[in-house]
C-alpha cells in the first residue's frame, strides 16, 4: 500500500527580495504525525505552505504521492455559511464531486466532535470551534496527510485541548497528522516527531522523546527546550 | 451540481428573485408601447426591457458571492480551476435572471411567444445580458471593497443600459444590451442593432473574465491567457460599434411591404386586420368625395407605409368616423410630393385649402377644426396638382 508522502529537497523560498525564509531544506513526511516548532519568524508556516503547494519554491524540488488536506492560521469564515457547508465547500474545492463532498463533511464533522454544530453559522463560533472546523475541512478532501498551521495558537487550554484531542482521533484513523507551534505547548499526542526550525532552517528533526530529553549541541535546540523546561517547570505549561 | 455549499433555496440569487421578478414585470408593462392592436415586437421589446431591473439583481447578488471566493481563495487549497469555482458562485443568479427574463417574455408574449420569429433574438440579447452582469458584479465584487462593490454592482449595470440612450452619437445606445423605441408596428427589429447589443456583451463578458483571471489565476498571471481575453474583448466592441454606427436613433428598420395583409382597397399588418372594415369604409368616402372635387385616385389602396400604389393612410381604430376625420386631415400632407423650402409656404397654404374642400365635401368640417374658408378661389384639383406634380 502506498503511503501518503511529501519530499521537499532543498527547498528554498523568499517573499520578494527578503532574506531566504525558508534557506535549502530538505525534509520528507512518510505517514507519522510531526510537530514542526520554531519561535516567531522561523520559517514553520512557509514550509507548511511550501508543503501543501501554497506557495511554489523558489529553488529545489517537492515530490508529494496521495491526498494532502492544509488549514491555514487564519481559517476563513464562509459569510453566510453553516458549518456543514463550509466543510462541504472546501471538500468540493479540493475536487471532491458534490455528493461524496458532503459525505465527507458528514464523517469528518463528526471525527473532530462538532456534530453538535452542523447547522450553525461559522460567523458565530468560537476559536476552538473555528478550528475543529478547519480541521474537518483540511480532512473533507479525504486527505491522508494533515497540514495545520499554528492550529492552537491564540486558544485557552480547554479549547486547545478539544483541538489536540480531535488531532488524536484524526491520527488514530491512520492520517498523519503535521503541525506547526510557537510555543511547543501542543507538543503531546499525536506528535511523535519533532523538527526545530530557526531562521529558516531545520535544527533538529528527531522523536519528541529525544528533543525533550537528549543532548544536544545545537544552540537554537538548546534554547526551545530550555525554554520550554522553564515553562513546564513553572507549571504553567501543558506539554 | 453547482458546488457543494448552500442548497440553492438558500442563496439570495433565489431569496431575491421575488422582488427582481416584480420590479422586471413593473418594468415591462409600463414600457409597452400603447397601441389598441398588439404588435408582438413592441410586446418582445417592452420584456427585454426587463433587464433594467434583472441586470442590476444579478449583479448585485454575484458581488455578495464573491465575498465567499475572497474568504477562500488563496487560502485553502483549490483544485478546481478558477473558471469552475467561479460558475458555482454565479450560476445560480445566471439560472434565477433567466427564470425571471423567461417569466416576462412568457407573460407579455403569451400565444405569440412561439409564433414570433424575432423572440429568439430579444431572448438572446437578455440572456447575454444577464450572463454579462453576472460576470461583472463578480468582478466588481473581487476588485473592489464590499461596501463599494455592493451599490456599484447595483447601480452601474442600471446606468450603463440607460444613461447611453441620451448620449450623443445616437447610436452608443445600441451597444447598452436595450433596445430603446423598438418598434411601431410599421418597424422590426434591425439585425444590426441585435448584432451590436450581442457583440457588446460579449465584450463585457470578455473584459470581466480578464479581470477575474487577474485576479484568481496564478499568483503571475498567464498573460498570453489575458492577452487574449483582452484582444478578444477589443474585438467583439469594435465590431459591435461598427455594427451599431449603421443605425441612427432607432433600433429599427422599415417592415417589407411583402408582410401586408390586402383586403378590398385596404393593406395592413397582419396584427392589424380588425382596422380593415372601418378604413375601408372611410377610404370609400374619402375617395368619394375627392372624385366629387374632380380628383380622381383611381384604384389607390392605403396602407401603414407608403408604398407602390397604395398611400400611408391607414388609421389604427375601428371606428369609421375617426378614421374619416383622421384620413381628411392627412390627406393633403402625404400627398405632397413637392418637398422644396422655397415653395414650402405655398404648398402649405394649398395643403390647408384642399383639406378644407375635403372636409366641406365630407361634411367634417366641425372635426377637422378648420374655419369655413378663405378667399382662395382654386379648385381641389388644381391644389391636388400642385401638392403632386411640383412645377410651380
Known amino acids: 500500500m502506498s503511503r501518503e508522502t511529501i519530499r521537499l529537497t532543498n527547498v528554498s523560498f523568499s517573499y520578494g527580495r527578503r532574506a531566504r525564509c525558508v534557506n535549502d531544506v530538505s525534509i520528507e513526511i512518510d505517514g507519522a504525525s510531526l510537530l514542526l516548532l520554531g519561535a516567531n519568524g522561523a520559517g514553520k508556516s512557509t514550509l507548511l505552505r511550501l508543503m501543501a503547494g501554497q506557495l511554489k519554491h523558489s529553488s529545489g524540488s517537492r515530490r508529494v504521492v496521495g491526498s494532502v488536506g492544509y488549514m491555514p492560521q487564519r481559517i476563513p469564515r464562509v459569510p453566510g455559511f453553516t458549518v456543514r457547508e463550509q466543510v462541504a465547500y472546501c471538500g468540493w474545492l479540493a475536487g471532491l464531486p458534490t455528493p461524496e463532498a458532503r459525505e465527507s463533511a458528514d464523517e469528518h464533522i463528526e471525527l473532530v466532535g462538532i456534530s453538535s454544530l452542523v447547522r450553525q453559522r461559522v460567523d458565530t463560533l468560537s476559536g476552538g470551534e473555528l478550528a475543529r472546523v478547519g480541521i474537518a475541512g483540511a480532512l473533507a478532501a479525504r486527505a491522508r496527510l494533515l497540514l495545520l498551521d499554528e492550529p492552537s495558537a491564540a486558544l485557552d487550554p480547554i479549547a486547545r485541548r478539544s483541538v489536540l484531542d480531535a488531532l488524536a482521533r484524526v491520527a488514530d484513523t491512520g492520517v498523519a497528522v503535521v503541525a506547526t507551534s510557537h510555543t511547543g505547548s501542543d507538543l503531546g499526542r499525536p506528535f511523535e516527531r519533532v523538527v526545530l526550525m530557526d531562521r529558516g532552517k531545520i535544527h533538529f528533526d528527531g522523536s519528541r522523546r529525544n528533543f525533550l530529553h537528549g543532548d544536544h549541541d545545537d544552540p537554537a535546540v538548546l534554547a526551545m527546550v530550555s525554554a520550554l523546561n522553564a515553562t513546564l517547570a513553572s507549571g504553567r505549561g501543558d506539554a | ?392
Open chain 2, 1 to 392: 451540481m453547482i458546488g457543494a455549499d448552500r442548497p440553492i433555496w438558500r442563496s439570495w440569487a433565489v431569496l431575491g428573485t421575488p422582488i427582481a421578478m416584480i420590479l422586471a414585470l413593473a418594468l415591462a408593462r409600463a414600457s409597452e408601447v400603447f397601441s389598441p392592436f398588439s404588435y408582438p415586437l413592441a410586446r418582445q421589446a417592452a420584456a427585454s426591457v426587463a433587464i433594467l431591473a434583472v441586470g442590476p439583481f444579478v449583479a448585485l447578488v454575484s458581488a455578495w458571492e464573491a465575498r465567499v471566493l475572497l474568504a477562500v481563495w488563496g487560502r485553502l487549497p483549490v483544485h478546481r480551476s478558477w473558471m469552475r469555482v467561479v460558475a458555482g458562485r454565479v450560476t445560480p443568479q445566471v439560472l434565477t435572471g433567466c427564470g425571471i427574463m423567461t417569466v416576462v417574455y412568457v407573460e407579455r408574449l403569451r400565444d405569440d411567444l412561439l409564433h414570433s420569429s424575432t423572440t429568439l433574438a430579444f431572448y438572446a440579447i437578455s440572456i447575454a445580458a444577464v450572463l454579462a452582469w453576472s460576470v461583472v458584479g463578480a468582478a466588481l465584487g473581487l476588485w473592489l471593497p464590499t461596501v463599494i462593490a455592493l451599490p456599484a454592482a447595483l447601480v452601474a449595470p442600471y446606468l450603463a443600459m440607460t444613461y447611453p440612450a441620451s448620449w450623443t452619437p445616437l447610436w452608443l445606445r445600441h451597444l447598452t444590451g436595450v433596445l430603446f423605441d423598438c418598434c411601431s408596428s410599421s418597424d422590426r427589429v434591425s439585425p444590426a442593432a441585435v448584432l451590436a447589443s450581442l457583440l457588446m456583451m460579449g465584450a463585457l463578458i470578455g473584459l470581466s473574465l480578464a479581470a477575474l483571471e487577474v485576479r484568481l489565476g496564478p499568483s503571475k498571471p498567464r498573460l498570453d491567457r489575458v492577452a487574449l481575453m483582452v484582444v478578444a474583448t477589443v474585438s467583439l466592441a469594435v465590431a459591435g460599434v461598427s455594427s451599431a454606427r449603421a443605425l441612427g436613433a432607432l433600433p429599427t428598420e422599415a417592415r417589407p411591404a411583402s408582410e401586408l395583409v390586402c383586403e378590398r382597397n385596404v393593406c395592413v399588418w397582419p396584427e392589424e386586420l380588425g382596422v380593415i372594415d372601418a378604413n375601408s369604409r372611410a377610404w370609400l368616402e374619402v375617395q368619394g368625395a375627392l372624385f366629387a372635387l374632380e380628383v380622381d385616385l383611381g384604384a389607390t389602396r392605403i396602407a401603414p407605409i407608403a408604398a407602390s400604389g397604395m398611400l400611408p393612410m391607414v388609421v389604427s381604430t375601428t371606428d369609421r368616423q375617426v378614421a374619416m376625420v383622421a384620413m381628411t386631415l392627412n390627406f393633403a400632407s402625404l400627398v405632397d410630393r413637392c418637398f422644396d423650402s422655397e415653395t414650402a409656404e405655398i404648398r402649405f397654404g394649398a395643403a390647408e385649402q384642399l383639406t378644407r374642400l375635403l372636409a366641406a365635401e365630407l361634411g367634417v368640417t366641425e372635426e377637422v377644426g378648420f374655419d369655413e374658408g378663405t378667399a382662395d378661389t382654386r379648385t381641389a384639383s388644381e391644389l391636388y396638382a400642385l401638392l403632386t406634380q411640383c412645377a410651380q
